[in-house]
């Protein structure tokens, strides 16, 4: 609920957790700032598969053009395993193409 106010404070990103839909919030702000964020770090506890799935459902959120930073919507766990977090890179490499 803050997000339009948080713009007001002349940043140049911000950074949204998992709760909040890029699409609205892109929406909302009018691509006055970058969006950074938002895929929950829990979804780095599940399977390549998921894991895939998951960031493409962060990117066709946001959609097309630039102003999005990929990135986890909190914090990483440190009892993430590796292998998961380099999945999740691998795919945000391949599934983003699309988009820019």
Partial sequence: MWLER???SQCDA???D???QLADARKRLQDRVALQGNIDPAVLFATP???KNE???VLASYGKGSGHIFNLG???SQF???ENALA???AVHVLSRQYH
């Fill in 74 to 76: 909190h914090g990483i």
């Fill in 14 to 16: 911000i950074g949204l």
């Fill in 49 to 51: 598969e998921i894991i």
């Fill in 55 to 57: 960031v493409a459902k």
């Fill in 18 to 20: 998992w709760t909040i």
């Fill in 88 to 90: 999740l890179v691998e």
């Fill in 80 to 82: 993430t395993p590796p």
């Fill in 6 to 8: 948080i713009v007001d």
